[in-house]
Every structure is written in structure tokens, then in C-alpha cells.
């Protein structure tokens, strides 16, 4: 107890008048904000029973309503009376749903239940003579009447439901009119008292606390007009004085500890900058490597496969296919060999890539065609080297081969706007046999990529590396239908190396 008084007699005037300020403050506001509460409460309850009146009326109507579409379309066949039904009975069930999540009574719930039930047994009659009319059944009649028995005993349970929320909603009312009025007279009780407390308090305390903290003010000016560097205010009194003294104190001793941390964080930071920077150097030189490594993946299958096809052609005709054959193949080593940047224009990637077709056309004749399809100036982007035949090779190998018939190959490359940039989108589909969509995952997960193969997942890595974000990728495969590879990017008309 004395420890008590004595800390009591070591509080400064000031902190007693908050306090008693503070306990009045705090009763009047809790009342006040437990009132607006109630009384919000009780607004929020009126509102939610007369929504649920509602909803419950609308039951009504709406059954009402249905009854007589279905009768209508039965009779005319209108198809605007057919989707007025369709809409006005996802209505009802969908009002139904609310009412089973507002209205929380056992007895309400039950209710619903009847309600819904019976609601679902009465469309599904109802649809059945749709069904029946517009098959021309001549008994359709039938489940039209045994769905308007149930749609009585629907309006019976919703009568029964409404009443049960009336009879609910007039007992909450009772209860909250109470509510409210006691609460009324505890506040204006309690606001009384607490005025006359605080009236009494703010006499006593007026002039206990004014001139301290009038030398503390001159004090704090004058010191605030100083540098960082300043001397600790000594005060050795308990009052207002000491206390905002000892805060002013430590404020001081942290703004000069903040600034020095700041300076050290500033060198921190440029340091930080400075090896970012060579980070990001470093990561180039690593997008320069993989770029590399992965354009040197070209497998020498399909230049074996050639090959076997001109020895063939040189058998059967004279030498002109022949000819043709070597010409296109010499080009594909010269576009190799020349061509020592990792950037090339479409143009030349469409140009090669039809040299390719070519020489596929001698062994699939009349199976293979194709279509190349470009908007005007899109052919000279930059992309890289050997992007789409390694595409084309799949596509002929993989989709057109193994049908029959063959198929067909179309590259098509639009140019659109988009945020004042030039975004390009590249789409090579064929008619070849598809994919299913667990291999189509397979191809997707690029989790391995075979050293000896320059194929989609090569394709893949060598395109993100040159656009990252500025790129995207996409394949759709439908198995019997085709393949569609598709690149986005923005236009960014590079030369030689990334």
C-alpha cells in the first residue's frame, strides 16, 4: 500500500488529470461505442429479417411465374418462354440458397429443406413434359400436372416458412425494443455522472500545470535551435518537465545514432551497387555461354536422312532433282557456316526453312505442303538462328509422317500494337496427328534435353535467353487434329550476338 501512495505522490499533476480525463473518457466512449454497436446491431437484424421476408415472397411469385411459362411453352413452343423459365428457376434456387444461409432456426432449416426438395421434384416433372412437348409426346400433359400438384405443396411450405419468420422477426423485435430502452437510460446516466466528475477534476487541476510546462516549452526551443551535438538536459524532477525532458534526451541521442547508421548504410549500399553490377556482368556472360552451347546442339540426323534421299532421286531420274537437291542442302551448310551470330533476320530463318521443306517435299511428295503467311515488315525481325526448323523437323518427323495422308504446314506471322510497342507473334500449326495432353506434358517439362538435339526444348532455351520477359512461349496440341507452336515477343531488331 505505501509502495502505492508513493508512487501515486511521485506522478506529476499532469498525469493524474490524464487519468482521471482518460477513466471518464474511456467509460463514456465504451458505453457510447457498445449503444452504436447495439444499435447498429439491431438495424443490421431488422434489415436481414425484411430481406428474408422478401426473399421469402419472392418464392412465391417466382413458382407463380414458372407454372405459367411452362404452361405457355407447352402450348406455343416459344423459345423466349423456354429461357425465361430456365432463368426464373436458377432464381428460385438460387434464392433458396440464401435463405438456408440467413435464416439459422432448426424449425426454418426443415423448412427449406421441404422447400428445396419439393422445388427440385417440381422442375424435374416440368422439364420432363418440355422434353416430351418437343419430342411430340403425346403424354407430356402428364408431367406437367404432376409437376403443378408439387408446385402446391411448394407454395404450402413457403407460406409455412414465411409465417415461422413473422412469428420470429415479431419476438426479436420485442426482445431488442427492451434492449434498446434500458440501454437509453444507463447512458444518460452514466453521461451525468461523467460530466460532473470531469468538472469537478478540471477545476482542481487548471492551474497545477501550467507554468511547468511553459519553462519546459523555453527550455526545448531553445535547445531545438542547436546542432545534434547538444549537451542532455539535466532535470531532476518527476514532473511533466522531467518527463518530456528525458524523452527530448533520448530523441536527441537516437537522431544522432539514425545519422550515423544512415552514413554507414549509404556505404553499405554503394558497395552492394557495385557488386550488383558485376553480377549482372556476370550473368550476361552466362546468357552468352548458354546461348552458345545450346546453338551448337545441331544433330546430324536429318542431314543423313537427306542424304539417303538425293542417293536415291540420282538413281531414278537424270540428274536436275538431283541438282536441286545438292543445291538446297549446300545451302543449309552455308547458312550454318556463314551465319557465325546468334541473331538473323526472319527473313533468312524463312528462307532456309523453306530450302529444308524442300528437300522433306522429295520424300513425302503430294503428303507434305505448306504456307507461309506474313504481315508486311515483319520479316526483318530479329530472331534466333535456326528457330523454326528444328520446329519444322518435329512437325514433319513427329505429326505429318506417321499420317497417311500427310498433312499440311502453315507459318504465320502477324505484327500488332500494344502500349505503343511492336509485338510479333509467330504460329506454326500443322494438320499432322496431335498430341495427347499427357504428352503434350511430357514435351512441355523441358526437364531433359538430349546432348545430340536441337529440338523444341533447345528452340525453347535459346528464344527465352534472347527475350526473358520480353518473350513468351506457348504449344496446343489436340490428339487427331494437330499442333500449333506459337512465339510472342517484342520487336527488338538486333544484330550479331545477344
Not at 33 to 52: G, H, K, P, S, W
Not at 392 to 418: A, D, F, L, M, Q
Request: hydrophobic share 40%.
Amino acid at each position: 500500500m505505501k509502495r502505492l501512495k508513493d508512487f501515486w505522490l511521485h506522478l506529476s499533476i499532469k498525469i493524474k488529470l490524464i487519468f482521471y480525463f482518460f477513466i471518464v473518457i474511456a467509460i463514456i466512449s465504451l458505453f457510447n461505442l457498445y449503444l452504436n454497436n447495439n444499435n447498429y446491431r439491431i438495424v443490421d437484424q431488422f434489415d436481414a429479417t425484411m430481406t428474408n421476408y422478401y426473399s421469402i415472397n419472392s418464392l412465391l411469385v417466382i413458382t407463380s411465374e414458372n407454372k405459367g411459362l411452362v404452361a405457355s411453352y407447352l402450348r406455343e413452343l416459344e423459345l423466349e418462354d423456354r429461357n425465361t423459365y430456365e432463368q426464373k428457376k436458377m432464381e428460385l434456387m438460387a434464392k433458396i440458397d440464401e435463405l438456408e444461409e440467413s435464416l439459422t432456426s432448426t424449425d426454418a432449416y426443415f423448412i427449406i429443406i421441404a422447400i428445396r426438395n419439393a422445388s427440385e421434384a417440381m422442375y424435374e416433372n416440368w422439364d420432363q413434359a418440355i422434353e416430351e412437348r418437343e419430342q411430340n409426346v403425346p403424354t407430356y400433359f402428364n408431367a406437367f400436372y404432376e409437376g403443378e400438384r408439387i408446385e402446391i405443396y411448394v407454395q404450402s411450405y413457403v407460406e409455412d416458412l414465411l409465417y415461422l419468420s413473422l412469428r420470429e422477426g415479431n419476438a426479436l423485435y420485442n426482445k431488442l425494443a427492451n434492449e434498446a430502452k434500458v440501454m437509453r437510460q444507463i447512458s444518460i446516466f452514466l453521461i451525468a455522472i461523467s460530466a460532473l466528475f470531469t468538472m469537478f477534476i478540471g477545476l482542481f487541476f487548471v492551474n497545477s500545470f501550467i507554468n511547468p510546462i511553459k519553462n519546459l516549452a523555453s527550455n526545448s526551443m531553445r535547445i531545438a535551435s542547436g546542432d545534434l551535438n547538444v549537451e542532455p538536459i539535466a532535470i531532476v524532477s518527476k514532473d511533466e518537465v522531467g518527463i518530456l525532458a528525458d524523452s527530448f534526451n533520448t530523441m536527441s541521442h537516437n537522431i544522432r545514432r539514425y545519422v550515423n547508421d544512415l552514413k554507414e548504410k549509404v556505404v553499405i549500399e554503394k558497395r552492394l551497387h557495385e557488386e550488383e553490377l558485376e553480377v549482372v556482368h556476370m550473368e550476361q556472360l552466362l546468357r552468352e555461354s548458354q546461348f552458345e552451347a545450346l546453338q551448337s546442339q545441331i544433330n546430324p540426323h536429318f542431314l543423313f536422312n537427306t542424304l539417303n534421299t538425293i542417293s536415291r532421286t540420282a538413281m531414278f531420274e537424270e540428274a536436275e532433282d538431283t541438282t536441286k537437291l545438292i543445291q538446297a542442302l549446300s545451302n543449309l551448310f552455308r547458312y550454318k557456316l556463314k551465319n557465325q551470330s546468334s541473331v538473323i533476320h526472319l527473313q533468312e530463318e524463312l528462307w532456309i526453312t523453306e530450302e529444308y521443306i524442300y528437300l522433306q517435299k522429295f520424300r513425302f511428295k503430294e503428303r507434305l505442303t505448306y504456307q507461309i503467311i506474313a504481315d508486311q515488315g515483319t520479316k526483318s525481325v530479329s530472331v534466333p538462328i535456326f528457330m523454326l526448323q528444328p520446329i519444322i523437323e518435329n512437325t514433319i518427323i513427329h505429326g505429318i509422317e506417321p499420317k497417311v495422308e500427310g498433312g499440311k504446314i502453315r507459318i504465320k506471322i502477324k505484327s500488332r500494337e500494344i502500349d505503343g510497342k511492336e509485338w510479333i507473334t509467330l504460329r506454326i500449326t500443322d494438320t499432322g496427328i496431335g498430341m495427347t495432353p499427357r504428352r503434350l506434358k511430357e514435351v512441355l517439362s523441358f526437364t531433359e534435353m538430349k546432348h545430340h538435339s536441337i529440338g523444341i526444348s533447345n528452340v525453347y532455351h535459346r528464344f527465352m535467353i534472347m527475350y526473358q520477359h520480353k518473350g513468351s512461349f506457348k504449344m496446343m496440341s489436340k490428339k487427331g487434329a494437330g499442333t500449333c507452336v506459337e512465339f510472342k515477343f517484342e520487336r527488338n531488331d538486333l544484330d550479331g550476338k545477344i
